[in-house]
């Protein structure tokens, strides 16, 4: 191996100072070290240095790193060669297939065996039968002599051509395998790879297929194109950081999760690179720390991911799904590192760059394919029309008198010699010796229009490679489209792209410590189980101290841990919270005014000191509170005595001082001294209502006005869900909610509003409309009935909706009609079946501009629980 192949990334090189230094040394004691017999002697470093690199490259190229043409490493090429040389369309036993793959890899049966399995988990090159482990679960294979494989379709379309591929000799020069094989697709995307070599590893995450093949076409059609990983294990995927694959990118994926009830989760899909058993693992392992509060798991994991997570009585779901993303391997971060191995050197590139790579060579197969067929056809249409000329030109009778077999070769080489000018290259020797071996029998049976024709197809289908030649990049175009014609349908999107979320793992653990005090010797700590109890806490909590003087900080859980003395408030600190507000009155020194603030504590540095007051020597806490809602209480204030004081006792309203930063002085409350202070009302909050919004990509609500307002909330309002498939529901508005993608309808709940739908109902058979008022239920109910088969057309809070019912089937020519839902059917409840469209056939039910009018209040209904029908009633349905 040359010295230039030897230069990787990730193997230092030798500078031009010491080493070189270095280099030239150990030549010398090459050259100057012998034994008494005149035996050379190698040092040890020099062999190292050669050696090692030699080992390295090996490695790198052989081994670990895969070929950018193909996407294959060593051992899955030559299992596909193998598996290629043995194909005839049965199952073939892996046993076998390992054995004949021996004869050109060296590295013993195992490792053929994982590779095999591995290649066949990906469900793309290798048909199996048998069972060959389950990804999810991480069960391993059965023994080779158990189970069997072949290649797949898709694999013997795409993978193999010996016409163009380059072959070189096995290890034991005994055979001769491919160098690269010919694959007209971007297959080391398709299914990734990760290896670990000398220095550095490769990573490449796997992709779609038909995302591929639709990156390719957009890439020959000079247009943009984007690619993200797709998992066969399913789950969801942030990719906004991936980078294109490139080195310092990463890629968040995370386990589908959702609430099968308010007891009990469900995990659907796993993350990339994970199964059920290390998942449960990380969860139970999560449970012990107390990060997490679960009861117990069930894993019913088959052919599909179902873990049921049971949770203990009064357990939040909603938090314990961010807990299990938070401090469990539900949710992962996964580090893409393409390298692989371009003109025998490894490089780094993106994945856009490599499916370039990758279509650029796919057109350059084709075109020698093209090549290739253009040249066989074309020496079939010389052998055809040489032929021809031969026999119906009877030349074969003037070799009857040639005596030597050398006359007999010039004699029809004579008799050609006025129709070559019809031919498009020159007769050779070894054409002519082919006329000489047709036999007589096949002379005799000559059928001249026949030949015509078979020697037209040959043209016809000439022109047509011709063609293409010319017109190669439309020909690749139609070569990916029929790719995806055939096998899209069989590899799906495993894998939803969405945005994360950052969780705070500070506000999802679990409460799992008690946190207590020892005002007198000032510690504070979990381990205190003797002494004033303050709060529960976790472990990872943060906590804030206020003291006497003023000064307050923030530091960290412990067990026990020395703070000192004077505290007067200490809790748990919540970074960013800006709704907890602390109404402080503090005297400036020893003497000096009393001074009144309001303020929130948001960020600070961890075990610093701050000060609430102005910093003065004896400044003294006159008044404190922490407000989790942003509370104002009215004080009452009690003056000390003193000569011609008038109103030695006042109130004063916390309401009216504005909230500011916590560094600021505050305002004057008095400039006499204090007696005491204490509370005369508590007040309500000064913050108004939290505003709301709903961010539909990633199905949480936040306060950061990102997506959908929700409106003002003020306790005890709730927010109105109402999903595709017919259900409502209210939440509260707490932030760690978590909702489905199947909204149809999401605001702040109003009982007042009145909702107009049209629906199929299954039971009957018929459309119906209906306008009802929701309740605040517990749990979701379903207002189009219970039948899983009726299903929502329509859902409006438009006052007066019209509707547009456009026919079909044998009622197709009848008018296209409107109705004035308002005026059509009265406000009924939720529960009732409403009223009939129509008996006719429906083919379209479009909602129409409404005709504004004044709003008015909806009729009560009598009995809201009743279903109720036009039928039961008497009325006349609208047709």
Not at 97 to 121: E, F, R
Not at 311 to 336: G, H, M, Q, V, W
Not at 455 to 475: F, G, T
Not at 610 to 632: D, H, Q, V
Request: proline letters at 4%.
């Amino acid at each position: 191996m040359s010295d230039e192949n030897n230069k990787f990334p990730g193997i230092p090189e030798e500078n031009n100072g010491e080493n070189n230094n270095e280099e030239e040394q150990d030549r010398k004691n090459t050259e100057n070290e012998s034994d008494t017999q005149g035996v050379k002697i190698t040092p040890l470093q020099g062999m190292y240095r050669s050696w090692f690199l030699d080992y390295a490259s090996y490695v790198i190229l052989e081994r670990a790193v895969p070929h950018i043409n193909d996407g294959l490493k060593p051992v899955q090429r030559r299992i596909l060669h193998a598996m290629r040389r043995m194909e005839d369309g049965r199952y073939n036993k892996v046993a076998n297939i390992i054995g004949y793959t021996m004869q050109y890899h060296p590295h013993g049966d195992a490792s053929i065996g994982d590779a095999l399995v591995q290649l066949g988990q990906k469900n793309l090159l290798i048909d199996t039968q048998g069972n060959w482990g389950n990804i999810f679960t991480g069960d391993s294979s059965a023994a080779p002599r158990y189970i069997e494989a072949r290649l797949t379709k898709f694999a013997l379309e795409v993978v193999f051509n010996p016409k163009t591929t380059e072959w070189k000799p096995s290890y034991d020069g005994r055979n001769q395998e491919p160098v690269a094989l010919p694959v007209k697709f971007p297959l080391l995307l398709a299914q990734g790879v990760e290896g670990i070599a000398v220095g550095l590893a490769s990573k490449i995450l796997p992709h779609n297929l038909a995302e591929l093949i639709d990156a390719s076409i957009a890439y020959l059609k000079g247009q943009p194109f984007e690619l993200f990983p797709d998992f066969p294990t399913g789950g969801m995927i942030d990719v906004s950081r991936y980078n294109d694959g490139l080195r310092g990118g990463a890629v968040k994926v995370r386990a589908k999760i959702s609430k099968l009830d308010n007891r009990t989760l469900v995990i659907s899909d796993i993350p990339f690179g994970k199964n059920t058993t290390t998942l449960i693992e990380s969860i139970l392992k999560a449970n012990e720390k107390g990060k997490i509060k679960i009861k117990k798991i069930d894993d019913n994991t088959a052919d599909k991911v179902e873990i049921l997570v049971h949770l203990p009585a009064n357990t939040s779901p909603d938090k314990t799904i961010d807990a299990l993303y938070a401090f469990t391997d539900c949710e992962l971060s996964i580090s893409p590192n393409a390298c692989v191995i371009k003109n025998d050197k490894p490089v780094f590139l993106p994945v856009s760059e490599i499916l370039k790579a990758n279509t650029d060579h796919t057109v350059h197969l084709l075109t020698r394919e093209l090549e290739i067929r253009k040249g066989e056809l074309e020496e079939a249409w010389h052998l055809s029309s040489l032929e021809k000329i031969f026999i119906e030109h009877k030349i074969y009778q003037r070799i009857e008198e040639c005596e030597t077999y050398e006359a007999i070769i010039q004699t029809i080489d004579h008799g050609l010699e006025p129709y070559k000018k019809l031919l498009k290259r020159e007769v050779t020797r070894e054409d002519i010796i082919k006329l000489t071996e047709i036999k007589i029998k096949r002379i005799s049976r000559f059928d001249s229009k026949k030949a015509d024709e078979y020697i037209s197809s040959l043209e016809e289908e000439l022109e047509q490679v011709e063609y293409n030649l010319q017109n190669i990049i439309p020909y690749t175009i139609d070569y990916f489209k029929g790719l995806k014609k055939k096998y899209s349908a069989k590899h799906p999107r495993m894998t939803e792209i969405r945005s994360f979320e950052n969780i705070e793992a500070s506000k999802v653990v679990v409460k799992n410590e008690k946190l207590f005090i020892n005002r007198k010797d000032g510690f504070v700590g979990t381990a205190l189980k003797k002494d004033e109890f303050v709060c529960n806490c976790s472990d990872i909590d943060d906590i804030i101290i206020f003291y006497k003087d003023g000064r307050y900080l923030v530091t960290k859980v412990q067990e026990k841990a020395f703070v000192g003395k004077n505290i007067i408030h200490i809790a748990v600190f919540k970074r960013n919270d800006s709704r907890t507000i602390y109404n402080v009155v503090y005297r400036d020194g020893k003497r000096g005014n009393a001074y009144v603030k309001r303020f929130a504590v948001t960020s600070v540095t961890r075990d610093k000191e701050y000060n609430l007051t102005k910093g003065t020597n004896g400044s003294e806490i006159l008044y404190f509170s922490a407000n989790p809602n942003g509370e104002a209480e009215v004080l009452k204030v009690t003056l000390k005595p003193r000569p011609r004081l008038r109103n030695q006792i006042f109130e004063f309203d916390m309401a009216e001082q504005a909230i500011k930063g916590r560094g600021a002085q505050g305002n004057i409350l008095s400039k006499y001294d204090i007696h005491k202070i204490v509370l005369k009302k508590k007040g309500e909050s000064t913050l108004g209502g939290r505003k709301i919004w709903f961010e539909p990509e990633i199905l949480r609500l936040n306060v950061d006005e990102r997506g959908k307002y929700l409106g003002e909330f003020h306790p005890g309002d709730q927010i109105l869900i109402i999903t595709k498939t017919g259900y409502f529901f209210q939440t509260n508005y707490d932030l760690t909610n978590h909702y489905e993608d199947n909204i149809l309808f999401i605001e702040k709940f109003n009982p007042d509003t009145v909702w107009s739908a049209v629906y199929f109902d299954a039971d009957q058979n018929y459309y119906y409309v209906k306008r009802f008022q929701v309740e605040s239920v517990s749990k979701p109910q379903r207002f189009i009935g219970d039948n899983p088969k009726s299903h929502l057309v329509k859902l409006t809070q438009v006052s007066y909706p019209r509707l547009e019912i456009k026919f079909g089937g044998e009622d197709k020519n009848r008018e296209k009609m409107i109705v004035e839902v308002a005026e059509f059917i009265n406000v009924k409840g939720w529960r009732a079946r409403g009223k009939r469209l129509t008996t006719f056939q429906v083919q379209k039910i479009m909602e129409l501009e409404p005709i504004i009018k004044e709003p008015s209040k909806p009729e009560p209904s009598d009995d809201n629980n009743k279903i109720e029908e036009d039928e039961d009633k008497g009325q006349m349905s609208i047709f």
